[in-house]
């Protein structure tokens, strides 16, 4: 038996998820996997403790969602997870953002694992998602609007000054037969 050391690449945390694909369902693994257990801490037969909405994706695209829990009673290897595939593990906890992850889990096929039996193999220091929300507000404070160009003070009106480009032309179309155009 081979047994996978997992690393962490990048911000995604990286797991070897040894499970028999042939008796556990999805549903095992979001209950069980994912979701029991403390978040940072455990063992190998620990869960991974991610609370929020979680999301699951697999080689052939999202398998599980808030929205979309069809596939919660399909065992692994009827959903096509096998020996080497990989599922991909996000979650949007409300309540504390620095809990949101992404994690993934490659398949190792455990034969002799009894039903949900499984056994997690990664460094369970997961670090957090960047929020790409307050990233992209720049130096501006999370939350806080651009300030308001004022062009009002530049007309009593309140009306913008037209700009001059130096073009002053026009485009007529002419619908007769000859198909004819003229700009001017």
Known sequence: MRRHIARRAGLVATFVLRINTATATL????????????FGAGSGRDGLGLCGEITVQSNAGLIHDVEFDDNLGMRLDELGIRHGSKLSITNEDDADASRNVAVALFIEHWD???????????????????NHTHAAAGAHAAGA??????DAAADPKG???RVDDGIDAAIVLDDDADDDVAVL
């Open 112 to 130: 002799t694992a009894a039903g949900a039996e499984f056994e997690l193999v990664g460094d369970r220091s997961i670090k957090p998602r960047p």
């Open 159 to 161: 009306k913008r000054p």
């Open 145 to 150: 609007k651009r300030p308001v160009v004022d």
């Open 27 to 38: 549903r095992d693994v979001v209950d069980k996997v994912v979701a029991s257990g403390t």
